[in-house]
């Protein structure tokens, strides 16, 4: 069906592993914001399911089923969603699979798969969105990160490389807009520990069910997030004081922080549960069935970011402390 601005203003927005967990909060948040939203992801049950909230929402929706490791299928999917929903305003990568272990028990084809789709996925993903937003010289393209982008933990090397690869590789994309002066913004949301099912569908080798890391937020906090940096020009968006600590942390004493993981983070990432012999994962292929956006660990986790306020507000906090800098030493002058 041919669309276009005429037949609908409604600013459109893609995001990638919108069938559940944090891309399910997101799809569902820009419905909820009067945007026509196109759903990416592999599994067709949390596509129906997403496709059927955007729907529910009011506004206009379209689920295409896609890997986005494969670089042909994300560029068709784009094209598909300009010929149906008009012009792409923003673009949100955020798919993502990943390996719970040690190291040296993960496959290189193991390590290949994550990369493809954690990293490479949002690489193929901001081309896409590039070679359309290029020649408009406007949109938006969010990048989900984590606070493992910068602070690599045990057991997750897989996922940790390709957050720490994204971030390199936004980085570099920044520069090269900033130099050609383009009107195309791009900006990363730097995530918390978050109650999503990737802890149900990612490939274990734990001895015991994996977790995320408390504190742990509620998807609709990091939806709240990507939403409001899709329409802020802001290099970087934090969620999460444990994310502020762990940034900061990790910049002046990495050591320190290398010792604590060492003793804590590997009870800390694992619950009381055995793990089945026979649980399937989502690494090679979709699991069957809607998981929606939550996780299992819905009684801990938080529905509210203090430190999303004080990011969506740092200006004015810099100003205010600026100013009462300036008043006590405007004070003490006047007592000398």
């Not at 673009?91 to 190291?103: E, I, K, L």
Request: overall charge neutral; proline content about 7%.
């Amino acid at each position: 069906m041919p669309s276009t601005r005429e037949a609908d203003s409604s600013p459109v927005v893609v995001v990638t592993g919108a069938s559940a967990g944090v891309g399910r909060a997101a799809a569902r948040r820009f419905a909820q914001d009067g945007a026509s939203v196109a759903l990416l992801a592999r599994g067709r049950d949390g596509l129906d399911g997403a496709l059927a909230e955007v729907e529910q929402a009011g506004a206009r929706g379209l689920a295409i089923p896609t890997d986005v490791g494969d670089p042909a299928a994300v560029e068709s999917a784009a094209g598909e969603v300009e010929e149906t929903l008009g012009p792409i305003d923003v673009w949100v990568n955020n798919a993502m699979t990943s390996v719970f272990a040690r190291t040296w028990d993960i496959e290189p084809e193991e390590f290949r798969r994550a990369t493809e789709v954690t990293y490479l996925g949002y690489v193929y993903g901001t081309l896409a969105a590039l070679r359309r937003m290029r020649p408009r010289n406007r949109g938006s393209i969010v990048q989900v990160g984590s606070a493992l982008a910068y602070r690599g933990i045990p057991l997750q090397s897989a996922y940790c490389g390709a957050k720490h690869a994204i971030q390199g590789f936004n980085e570099s994309l920044r520069c090269e807009l900033l130099q050609e002066k383009s009107g195309i913004h791009v900006t990363m949301v730097q995530m918390p520990a978050l109650n999503t099912p990737q802890f149900e569908t990612v490939l274990t080798r734990l001895p015991r069910h994996p977790r995320p890391v408390a504190p742990v937020f509620q998807p609709e906090v990091a939806a709240e997030a990507i939403a409001w940096a899709a329409r802020n020009r802001r290099r970087e968006v934090w969620v999460g004081g444990s994310t502020a600590i762990t940034l900061a942390g990790n910049a002046v004493l990495p050591g320190v922080g290398d010792r604590y993981l060492a003793r804590s983070a590997f009870d800390g990432q694992q619950t009381e549960d055995p793990i089945p012999p026979d649980r399937p994962s989502n690494l090679w292929r979709p699991l069957p069935g809607d998981r929606g956006a939550h996780g299992r660990f819905g009684d801990e986790s938080k529905s509210s970011s203090a430190q999303l306020w004080a990011s969506k507000h740092h200006r004015a906090l810099v100003a205010a402390a600026g100013a009462g800098i300036a008043a006590a030493a405007g004070g003490l002058l006047a007592l000398r």
